[in-house]
């Protein structure tokens, strides 16, 4: 399985193809997972592509939640030199603030992360993302119908792009009401799909990398407790009754998404290795963020170690 998928990332890199412009019929695809602060994982992994120059051989860049916001920087080609955002402590402070749920607050501060943050202090590229020829597909959840959703259509400007950006990473209860795109009403991309392998084997995916954010031993989502129901069930029915659903069924979703990746083909998944912190949603102190990139990054580059050998 993982065979393939290196031996066509090499052979992409040997003819420098770019999408258009390939010599194969594959569809080579990065799925990156989402999980807030876990993300962090996934940021590294993001700098492993980058540093080894292998984001022209894809075709496509699909992230839910976190891993969307991982995938823009990948694809403006500033994924290294912003990591140091997952572990500033004014940023993420700024970005993630427990104590502003108090007076009813967002948790998570996603208008200031895309609007304030992505634009002023870390500035990211915005039209290099919309013009590069790797096609990216951030995900969200219809508030309306539950349902997971491309948003691929409404990237047609930078003003289209950050309200994706933020739909993708709207979490329910910690981030405020869903966010409006195209006259719909979106919450986080997770909700429904935690890693986008759905939705890329959707477009005919054949060949899939995947950026986890969970380790092997820490399996899947569980079934909501009692008190979750009952706290998050009024958020739901108030402002995204249709997302309910997939909520209460989140461990079916995310079991599901683990037979699709396992049962392809072509895949190759790349986790925080065993040992590695468990790193809450809110998680943001420097220690345990930093650590979270530095092993993504090593994770990553152990995997795809193979496709710059020299043959």
């Known amino acids: 399985m993982t065979e393939a998928v290196v031996e066509l990332l090499r052979e992409r890199s040997r003819s420098a193809s770019t999408p258009g412009n390939r010599d194969d019929d594959a569809r080579l695809v990065l799925l990156i997972e989402g ?10 992994m993001t700098i492993a592509i980058e540093q080894l120059g292998l984001l022209p051989a894809f075709d496509a860049v699909y992230g839910s939640s976190a891993g969307a ?9 500033r994924a290294e030199s912003t990591q140091h955002a997952w572990w500033d402590p004014m940023i993420m402070g700024r970005t993630i603030d427990p104590k502003r749920i108090v007076g009813r607050r967002p948790v998570v501060d996603t208008e200031f ?32 119908t539950g349902a997971s959703t491309d948003l691929h259509e409404y990237l047609r400007d930078q003003a289209g792009l950050q309200a994706a950006l933020r739909a993708s990473t709207a979490m329910p209860l910690l981030a405020g009401p869903p966010v409006e795109l195209g006259g719909r009403r979106f919450v ?26 969970r380790r092997l031993d820490e399996g899947v989502a569980t079934a909501p407790s009692r008190t979750e129901r009952l706290v998050a069930s009024r958020w739901f029915t108030r402002h995204a009754p249709g997302a309910l659903e997939p909520w209460l069924d989140r461990a079916a979703l995310r079991a599901e998404e683990e037979r699709l ?9 790349v986790r925080p290795p065993l040992g590695s912190p468990r790193i809450g949603r809110t998680e943001r102190r420097p ?25």
């Not at 999980?35 to 590294?44: I, T």
């Not at 990746?261 to 998944?269: D, E, F, G, R, Y």
């Open 69 to 77: 916001l991982n995938g823009a920087w990948l694809l403006c080609g």
């Open 113 to 144: 992360l895309v609007h304030t943050l992505y634009t002023e202090i870390v500035p990211m590229g915005f039209r290099e993302i919309l013009d590069n020829p790797v096609e990216f597909h951030p995900t969200a959840t219809d508030a309306d």
């Open 35 to 44: 999980g807030s602060s876990r993300g962090a994982y996934s940021s590294g």
């Open 188 to 213: 986080d991309a997770g909700v429904s799909e935690s890693v986008p392998v759905r939705t890329a084997l959707a477009h005919q995916a054949t060949h899939v990398i995947a950026f986890r954010t």
């Open 261 to 269: 990746l396992a049962a392809h083909p072509a895949t190759l998944q």
């Open 287 to 311: 220690h345990l963020m930093r650590a979270a990139v530095d092993t993504g990054l090593q994770a990553a580059l152990s995997e795809l170690a193979g496709v710059k050998e020299t043959p």
